[in-house]
Structure formats: C-alpha cells, structure tokens
C-alpha cells in the first residue's frame, strides 16, 4: 500500500469528494499506475481516501492510499504527471497494509485567513442548516485549540466520526473576531490520527509508527 | 482585487461551483503568448456543453495553433447569473477568467431551437449588446455556428458571422483573420467582408438577395483533425465518456431526419483511423467508457473490425464499450454478447408499416420481431422511441404503436415463460425541420397533439407492464416555430427573453405564457410558423446550399405521400446532390 499526500488547490477547491474519487480513478489510469481491485461480485479499484473536506477550501493535507506493487518513486512521478493543476503532489509514504485514513483521522488543523487575535473557544455555540432544519449546538468538545500561525489564525477541529466542519464555525467566528472570513478563507494544513490517547500528525504515523 | 479573486468568492454560494471553476485535464497552457483568443459559448450548463463533441473538436484544433488559444463559457445556472450582477462580474471564460467581452472571438455553438433565449441570456450576463450592428469595432466578432445553422434566419441579428456547416477548418481561418483585422486595427465591415469570402459563412449584415451560402464540408474527414485530448469534466456531466466519430452523414434517408440531410455527403473513417483514435482518447484522459457516435453505428462499413480491436483493448484496459443508436435492421446477435447492459433502445419511429414507408423508416415487421434475439440473450427492458403527428398518420397508425408492444411482449413471453418484459414508449411530436423532404409539413396542432397522446395513453394503459413517457406539446410547438422561422423572430426571442425566457429546454423553466406573448407581442403567431407551407412558396432558409437540392427533397415528398420508399444510400446512389460537396465514401 501506498499513501500520497496532496493539496488541492485554486479550481479543485471546488471539486466535492465524490468528484474527486472520480477524478482520483481517471489520474492512476491516466498514469497507467496499476492498482489492484477487490475481490467480489462487483471489482473496485483499492483506493482509500481521508475524510472529506469542505468544498471551497484549500487543503495542504489530503490523503489517497492505493494498492499497487509500483515503486514508490514511480508512482510519485507518474501520479504528479497526470495529476491537474489543482492537485499538487506533496510526499509519499509506504505501509504494510491500508492505514485506514477515513477511518482513523480524528483531528485537523485549519488556518483562517484573518489576523490573529486571542480567541475564546468556551460556549462555542453555532448554528447551521441540516436537511432544511436550524440546529443550534455547542461544539466547544469538538474544538480543540486555537493558535497564532503566522500570524493568522489557527485552530484544531474534530474530524471523522465526531466531526465539525471549518465552515460551520464562520459566522460565529465572524462575531467573535469582528471578521468576515468566507469558506474560501479556510486551509487545511494537517490531520491527526489518535494512538494511545495522543494526537499524532498522520505524516508521522505514515512514517513511524507501527500500525495498530 | 482582481476578477478571479471576485468570481471565485461568490463561487461558494452557488449550486455546483464545480461548473465554473475550471482547470479540467488537457485545458490549454494559459502561459502561452497568443496573438487572438477565442471564447466558445454553450448555451446551456455545463454538464450538457461539456458532452458537447463539436465545441471540443473546435477547441482542441484552436489550442493545437502556436499562436492562438480556445477557451469555453456555459450558461451559468440562475443562481450564479443572480450572483454575476448583485456583484457586478460581467460573464467570464471558465480558463482564464476573462470577460467574454476581451477576446477577439466569441463563438456560439447552437444546436438546439429551446436554446436561443439563452444565448440572449449570456449576451445579457457579458455586457455584449444583443444586436451584430450594436456592436463596434471595440466588442469582439461574435459568431454562431452548429446544427442550427440550417436555417440561421430566426437568430441572424444577433452575430456578425455564422457558420453554416462543419467548422472544424473554417473556424480557425475567422480567429486567424480576425486577430489579424484587430491588429491592423481594421474597420468592423472590412473584417466581416474578408469573412464573408469565406466558404460556409454567412454574414448576415453583407447578405445580398439572391446570394447563396455553401455549406462548409469537411471533404477528407479521414485525415481531418480528430478528436485526441477532450477536456476531462471535473463534475460529472451528461456523457462522461470519451466518444468516438465514426463517420458523418447517414445512408438511410430517413426523411423526417435533419441530420441525415444535413451532413451529406456520407464520409467514413477507416477503422485504422478510428482505432488510433479511440486509444489516443482514451489514454490521454483516463476515461472509463468509449462510445461510437455517428448517426447510425450499425451501418458503419467497418464495424466488425473496429469491434473487434475495440474489445480486446477496452477489455485489457478495463474500458466500457458502449454501442449507442442501433438500428435493428442491422443488429447482430453477437452485438448484445458482449456488453452487459440489461435495456436495449430501439427507434421504429411509427407503429404501422403503411406510416414508415410514407417517412422511409425501413424496419419492417419482421425486423422488429428480431428483438427477440437480445430476449434471448438475457435482455429484459426494451426502449421504443416513436414520433406522433407524422405526415399522413390516422388513429390507426398510434394504434399499431400498441400493437407493436403487445407483439414484443408475446414473442418474451414464449421465449422467457410467461414472464413479461419491461417495455418503456417514447413518443415524442413530429416537428418539421428545414433541409429535410418535410419541411413544407404542418405540424398537427396544439389540440391534435393533446388528443392523440391521450388516445395512445388510453391504449397503453391497457397492456400491463408498459412505461409511456412523451414530449410537452406546448415545447414541441415552440420547437417547431423557431426551426422553420424567418428574421422576424430575432424580435420575438428578444421580447422572450425581455419577458424572462430561459433554459427553455429545462421542462422546470419553460414559460409557454412567455412565449405566447412576445409572439403577439411582436404581432406573429407560432401557428403562422408550424402551417404547412406551399411547394411554390420561398423558404426562409432556401439560401442556404446543403448540396442536397431542393428538387430531391421535393421529389422525396412526393414519394413519400404515395408510400413508396427510397433505397438505403449503401446500395447505390439516389442522386441527392450533396456528391457536389464531396465524395460519398459509402458509393
């Protein structure tokens, strides 16, 4: 199994999840990379994403894990030849077996694009549309931490099974900076799995750790 | 902060940013210096222009050009359009992002009467006055070309040039003249009289009666350019596949059918050619499935060759060959082997023998009962297309439509035990369109059309198992309006438009109160249009040289009222005219 690790960029910020598993299988047949398919009734191609992202954000931090036997290397090069502007090529990673990306990633930073100032995340309370209703939550356990980078601001949000997405703390955000950050002021920068009740950086648990 | 930057922060608030976001695989180098640019408009979303073969012919040829570069613009949906305005962006190229109002070419590809309030609309949304004579040396030439030039008079006013025919070579010598006429910083009337010299345009505003406009014919389509790098949609779109051409012009005859008049002379490819292309298609985009597109497939001379070589690569490659447009005449029982679809589509057109020799459909009786082969071979949903209000038809005629469908459900139901198949009807109303033996046809009226689908309805309804769908009678009669209409109706699109007509091929924003009104508006009637016309009276369109002549269509007319039908291209020539376009590859 290898994993690649990508930005999605400028147009492809635009390009939802399915598309993009659309997208993914034309880039590795374009790349003439071979990947090996399940076995079953209906065959699909061993390809693996990390969770979604929010559509009209940027991200320095996605994921595709594929099952092929081509060298590393080669399958960096090819992938990064077939691959359109949207989508750069950032690393690549090698494991024994799928890690499992959808399913482990608990955490990811963002950076939203306004100037940093000291941020209260208690009583983080927001509201959002879903199937047509309001819901009013407060997401406080969902937001881990908020931080200075570069100057703009950043923070830690719940990814995977407990999720909250960026663009869903906007408004509230809005208010409590006296901002108006947009979903395309959002950047994914990193994604974190959890191992022995530690957030890890995914690049690390690619690298280093022994897969549990 | 610059218009990209703009565009893309409203991008988020409308449905399917993925539309207009661009950025597809094999779109041009935007880096590249260019001397002239051309912007190719679709006048519908993007998903249905993106499915578009002849824009992306177009576009590839223009980007192949050192100095010139093609870019696209589709109708944005209603939301965007709203957006466009509250925020004050003028429509942009989806490339670049550059108003459509900076490039030295705008060209619309027209392909369908229910679109030409939408070409207002993007005129509208570009800050582009809709009038050629509007428009000075400052706005780009804008031009039209695609099915619809048939007959260009119900939209001539609004372009400066339209290319009457196949574009695929003159469409390059307009960007090339026009760039070089904006250099030299020309007069708008010397560039449109250096067009107008050009075979297959037409400039409307140089027009001089009695002149005539010869078809543009792509002679050697053979070694013509070819498609090899279509764009890769990022959102899904209505034909996401790679498609292949096999051959333009049709052998059949088929005389309520445009298209097969329209792109005489027969031109086939070998399968060589085809083959080389198919896999240059696929290669360079990744796509999953390949269809064969021409009018009629089956009938291609080198089928069973190019299948064959098609097979073994798409199955070594994983690639899904898709046969669209079978004529059952030609179905082949080793055709349905191999795909592994479960619904086959068949168009008889008319339910009795009598009404498909009067509109010389050569399937006969006998040839639908073949569909017993793909029963046999697991096939259980069959599609029926047919047309209602054809020339000469009596209630009998929809009557052997029901007939048909019980005849199909017998013969399953002897092969398969009782069990009965799923069979959908399509019917859609008869339209006559110019360059075709009907088009001196009325249309049946509004209240004819009513009646007769009500009256299929009531005996479909009786036959279990049966899925009846069928055309809007207020869309076909506006369909058939425009098809055949004359200059006068560039008002009555304006007025249309004025009064809010858009996307009226979208049944959920068609307006038929609109339309009635910027008719009456205007003074005209649709039924002024869709009446039967005199043989001795001029044709709007007569100006237009397809190389089918006037006499064979009239000759085929008259056939066609005696019931008697016309040989199949293939075995010999029927003397049409369009031999004075080019050879016919299939004599």
């Known amino acids: 199994m290898k994993t690649v690790k990508f930005a999605k960029l400028d147009s492809f910020t635009f390009i939802s999840h399915i598309d993009m598993l659309r997208h993914m299988t034309r880039i590795l047949r374009r790349a003439e990379i071979p990947v090996k398919r399940s076995n079953g009734f209906n065959p699909h191609a061993l390809v693996f994403f990390s969770p979604p992202l929010v559509l009209g954000a940027r991200s320095f931090a996605e994921y595709v894990s594929i099952d092929t036997d081509m060298p590393l290397e080669e399958l960096l090069a090819r992938f990064s030849a077939s691959a359109p502007d949207g989508m750069k090529v950032i690393r690549g990673f090698e494991e024994d077996k799928n890690p499992n990306l959808q399913g482990k990633i608990v955490a990811s930073d963002y950076v939203f694009d306004a100037p940093y100032s000291p941020i209260n995340i208690e009583k983080f309370e927001i509201s959002y549309q879903k199937k047509g209703e309001t819901v009013n939550e407060d997401v406080s356990s969902k937001l881990f931490c908020a931080w200075e980078r570069e100057g703009k601001l950043a923070m830690r949000l719940a990814t995977g099974n407990t999720n909250l997405r960026p663009d869903r703390i906007l408004s509230e955000l809005n208010a409590r900076l006296g901002a108006s950050l947009r979903v395309t002021d959002i950047e994914k920068i990193a994604q974190y799995v959890e191992i022995e009740g530690k957030l890890v950086d995914v690049d690390e648990y690619l690298t280093t750790i022994e897969m549990i | ?587």
Not at chain 2, 99 to 128: C, H, Q, W
Not at chain 2, 169 to 176: F, G, M, P, R, T
Not at chain 2, 383 to 405: Q, S
């Open chain 2, 1 to 587: 902060m610059d218009l990209k930057e703009k565009f893309f922060e409203i991008l988020p608030e409308v449905e399917k940013p993925g539309r207009y976001s661009g950025g597809e695989w094999n779109s041009p180098d935007l880096k590249k210096p260019v001397k002239g640019d051309m912007c190719f408009c679709f006048p519908d979303l993007y998903e249905i222009g993106m499915s578009n073969l002849g824009i992306q012919i177009l576009y590839e040829i223009v980007n192949d050009q050192k100095d010139f570069r093609a870019e696209r613009c589709f109708a944005p949906g209603l939301d965007l359009a709203k957006k466009l305005k509250e925020n004050d962006i003028p429509l942009l190229s989806i490339e670049s992002k550059k108003p459509l109002k900076d490039f030295t070419v705008v060209g619309f590809s027209v392909g369908f009467e229910l679109l030409y309030s939408n070409i207002l609309y993007m005129l509208d949304l570009a800050r582009i006055p809709f009038f050629a004579k509007e428009r000075d040396e400052s706005y780009p030439i804008v031009i039209a070309g695609g099915p619809c030039s048939v007959n260009p008079e119900p939209f001539k006013l609004f372009f400066d040039a339209i290319v009457c025919g196949e574009g695929e070579e003159v469409d390059l010598e307009i960007l090339k003249i026009v760039t070089e006429g904006k250099r030299l910083k020309l007069k708008k009337r010397e560039i449109l009289e250096k067009l107008k010299a050009l075979e297959g345009v037409y400039v409307p505003e140089l027009y001089r009666e009695g002149e005539r406009v010869k078809k543009a014919v792509i002679e050697d389509f053979e070694h013509a350019p070819s498609l090899r790098r279509p764009l890769v949609p990022t959102i899904e779109s209505v034909h996401d596949r790679a498609t292949l051409e096999l051959y333009r012009g049709c052998a059949s005859g088929c005389r309520f059918c445009q298209a097969g008049f329209w792109y005489r002379p027969i031109r086939e490819k070998s399968a060589d050619a085809c083959f080389d292309q198919a896999v240059s298609m696929l290669k360079s985009t990744g796509f999953s499935e390949l269809s064969l597109c021409s009018l009629s497939t089956s009938d291609y001379s080198h089928l069973e060759e190019l299948e064959g070589r098609l097979n073994e690569f798409c199955d070594e490659h994983r690639v899904y060959l898709a046969l669209p447009s079978l004529r059952i005449s030609s179905f082949k029982p080793g055709m349905v082997d191999k795909s592994r679809r479960s619904s086959l589509t068949f168009a008889p057109e008319a339910g009795t023998q009598r009404l498909r020799n009067v509109i010389n459909k050569n399937v006969s009786e006998e040839e639908i009962d073949k569909i017993s082969v793909a029963f046999e071979a697991g096939y259980d949903s069959v599609k029926l297309y047919f047309m209602m209000g054809l020339p000469t038809e009596t209630d009998e005629d929809i009557r052997g439509i029901a007939e048909i469908v019980r005849r199909l459900q017998g013969i399953y139901k002897s092969l398969r035990g009782g069990r009965i198949p799923n069979i959908s009807v399509s019917c859609a109303v008869f339209i006559p369109k110019p360059c075709t033996p009907f088009q001196w046809e009325a249309q049946i009226s509004f209240d004819e059309m009513r009646r007769k689908q009500n009256f299929l309805r009531g005996l479909l309804s009786k036959i279990k198992g049966v899925n009846f769908s069928w055309h809007g009678a207020e869309t076909s009669v506006l369909e058939a309006a425009l098809a055949r209409g004359d200059e006068r109706l560039c008002a009555v699109i304006v007025e249309a438009y004025r009064l809010g007509a858009r996307f009226d091929g979208w049944t959920e924003h068609f307006k038929w109160d609109v339309w009635q009104k910027a008719f009456e508006n205007c003074g005209l009637t649709m039924q002024e249009y869709t009446r039967e016309r005199a043989e001795s009276e001029p044709l709007a369109w007569d100006f237009i040289d397809s190389g089918v002549t006037k006499a064979y269509l009239l000759l085929e007319r008259h056939k066609s009222r005696e019931g008697v039908t016309t040989k199949n291209c293939r075995e010999g020539c029927n003397g049409c005219g369009a031999l004075s376009r080019g050879r016919c590859t299939v004599l």
